[in-house]
């Protein structure tokens, strides 16, 4: 987690790096700092909360440098606090550090520096450590010095340097973080993600694993583990630098919810030629490999676990393979029965997912063949993957994730389909409906959005609500689990989603009068079923707000409240019914006066186990 950035050029680097910071605050905001070398010192400031705090404390300060680093911190290691927040420094101040990741080793080398160097340390964090190891090292070549330091340092880390003595120059590393540099003219950057440099570059390097950056004004050299330098090629990016910021919205959020049918689109016509066929495109499936996989693993976590839930229903529907479903951070640690008849599936909008990428290499390891459903272009899950099946849902700012859910709904959709057609476990005709219904989806989508208003009075009415339940049958489960995050996450209130069928097995015993329950009933099979639910809880004073397909009538008699989506098929109702459920938790939140794009104690991109 954290957010870091570096500058190095000709104009003055304060304002740069905290504009680069606020684009990054999505990866956390317990704290900010900022570092700037000049005149042979450094001079750092920092403060706990985020950038706004940080730019209170320096906006009449007159230092100005043209270098420096940036922080903006998820604490892992010590409370949020200005002790802990970064940059961090040696004794002497003349080597100074920001970091995203964990130093797995951090207490035995925080002993070895007082035991050996009788170091005394400031903060609480792992961070300091580099600090002070890069510190001793250090004697006139920071490069060098950065190097002899990572040799000791275990974990998974981005790292950004300056030294006091050589202003300039700044030196990065990437072991298992994020990490770009971008290119600028008689300038150059370094970031966590790309964001936070679209307004001042569009030429990038992706930085690699084990990579170290020395990084001038008019320069920037790649190393590898080895010290060799590196050739890269120019990342170039095409993305509208618009699309990072809110575009007249009062929140990402709401906005990226409103980005949804131009996400799927945009999704599904990168996988889809002329004749409706699915190109898989640089991914190299044939009939036989795909009949060779006898099990498909997805596994994510978060939101993007819920996109999994849906895609197992449809890939075992359509391709007939036994699929599981996991966590990231379970599936490493329990020896899953993972060989090279397995084919993985990592689903990740950021591809920075650390429980992910270690459940993928962990795949790889034995074997399985590795499939990665991912936003980030260039993130570590997509280039770690053997293939890559993009969504194209666009830069995702909130920290609540809505349109790169239903864009990796779709990936699974794809992927479904195109095993079952290439195996024959789908039939023509099933395949051409299902791809007409999903061209159909994004106007289909639009239509929801035009109930804004009515979800938004609806969430007026319970947004006092001290606790709301989501249930549902069949995929309805799969998306009531999502509502029930997003609405938690966002507005902090404690919510839990059942499959309806399991409420009476012990749940029911929570329902009383005035319990709020939203119930999807989209599936046509299980209407009836789902009706019989909601009648056990109404009898239990429950207040329901059912949600159903177009035509649906009967859920005006069954429930105190109702929505409707737009008819279509019962296998793809996930990519509509999540959409009341995003608007209602916004508006919900909205309403408490939450932070809704910065939840407290979340972070957009979770780089820590
Ligand atoms: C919730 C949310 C998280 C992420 C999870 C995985 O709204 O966004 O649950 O889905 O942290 O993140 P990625 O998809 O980046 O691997």
């Known amino acids: 987690m954290c957010g870091i950035v570096g500058y190095i050029g000709k104009n003055h680097a304060k304002e740069i790096i905290i504009d680069g910071l606020k684009r990054l605050e999505y990866r956390g905001y317990d704290s900010a700092g900022i570092a700037l070398a000049r005149e042979g010192k450094i001079e750092t400031r920092k403060h706990v909360g985020g950038i706004s705090n940080l730019e209170k404390i320096i906006q009449d300060r007159e230092y100005d440098s043209n270098v420096g680093i940036g922080h903006t911190r998820w604490a892992t290691h010590g409370a949020p606090s200005d002790i802990n927040a970064h940059p961090h420094s040696n004794e002497d101040q003349s080597i100074t550090v920001v970091h995203n ?18 170091v005394t340390f400031l903060s609480d964090t792992d961070t300091e450590v580099i600090a002070h190891l890069i510190g ?5 070549d920071l490069h060098q010095a950065v190097n002899k330091a990572v040799e000791k340092m275990r974990g998974a880390y981005a790292i950004a340097v300056i ?13 298992d973080a994020p ?32 990579e170290t950056l ?18 890269r090629e120019v990342f170039h990016v095409t993305w509208d630098a618009d699309a990072a910021e809110k575009g007249g919205y009062d929140h990402f959020m709401i906005k990226e919810i409103h980005e949804q049918p131009e ?13 409706g066929e699915i190109n898989l495109d640089g991914i190299s499936m044939d009939r036989e490999e795909i009949s060779r996989f006898n099990k498909v693993y997805i596994v994510a976590c978060g939101t993007a676990y819920h996109a999994g839930l849906v895609g197992k229903a449809a890939i075992e529907k359509m391709a007939r393979i036994p699929v599981e479903v996991d966590v990231a951070s379970e599936f490493r640690y329990r020896d899953p029965f993972v060989d090279e008849n397995t084919l993985f599936i990592a689903v990740s909008q950021s591809g920075e997912t650390l429980d992910t990428l270690a459940a993928l290499r962990e795949a790889k390891r034995k074997g399985a063949r590795v499939l990665s459903v991912v936003n980030v272009v260039g993130s570590s899950v997509a280039r770690e993957s053997d293939d890559v099946f993009y969504t194209w849902a666009g830069p995702e700012i909130a920290v609540a994730s809505t349109k790169a859910y239903t864009t990796q709904l779709m990936c699974m959709y794809l992927i479904g389909l195109y095993m079952g057609k290439t195996k024959g476990t789908i039939d023509e005709n099933y395949y051409r409906k299902v791809i007409e219904e999903l061209k159909e989806i994004p106007e289909k989508l639009k239509t929801i959005l035009t109930q804004e ?94 949600i159903t397909k ?14 409707y989506i737009p008819r279509c098929m019962d296998e793809l109702t996930p990519l509509l019914s999540v959409i009341p459920l995003q608007i209602f938790a916004y508006y919900v939140a909205k309403e408490r006066n939450c932070n809704i794009d910065k939840p407290k104690n979340l972070a957009k991109s979770v780089t820590v186990e």
């Open 101 to 118: 990741g964990i130093i797995e080793n951090y207490v035995e080398l925080k002993e070895w520096l007082i035991k050996e160097y009788g």
């Open 136 to 140: 001793i090292f250090y004697d006139g």
């Open 163 to 175: 030294a006091a003595q050589e202003p300039d120059k700044l030196v990065a590393v990437r072991k």
């Open 179 to 210: 990490l770009v540099a971008g290119i600028g003219e008689g300038c150059n950057f370094i970031a966590s993600d790309i964001p936070a440099l679209l307004k001042y570059v569009r030429k990038l390097y992706l930085v690699e694993n084990n």
């Open 214 to 231: 020395v990084v001038t004004k008019d320069d920037i050299k790649i190393f590898d583990e080895k010290n060799k330098i590196v050739k």
């Open 263 to 275: 996400g799927l689109l945009e999704t599904l016509n990168r996988r889809l030629n002329d004749q």
């Open 453 to 546: 208003k009515k979800i938004a009075q609806i969430a007026k009415k319970h947004y006092k609500n001290n606790e709301v339940f989501f249930i549902g049958r069949g995929p309805d489960s799969g998306v009531s689990y999502e509502g029930s995050l997003k609405l938690k996450e966002i507005s902090y209130i404690n919510s839990f989603a059942i499959a309806a069928g399991e409420l009476k097995h012990g749940t029911i015993a929570l329902m009383e009068e005035g319990t709020l329950v939203i119930a999807l009933a989209t599936q046509d099979r299980l209407f009836e079923k789902m009706v019989s639910n909601m009648e056990e809880i109404k009898a239990r004073g429950a207040y329901v707000l059912g």
């Open 550 to 563: 177009e035509g649906n009538g009967e859920i005006e008699k069954q429930t105190d409240e109702w929505l």
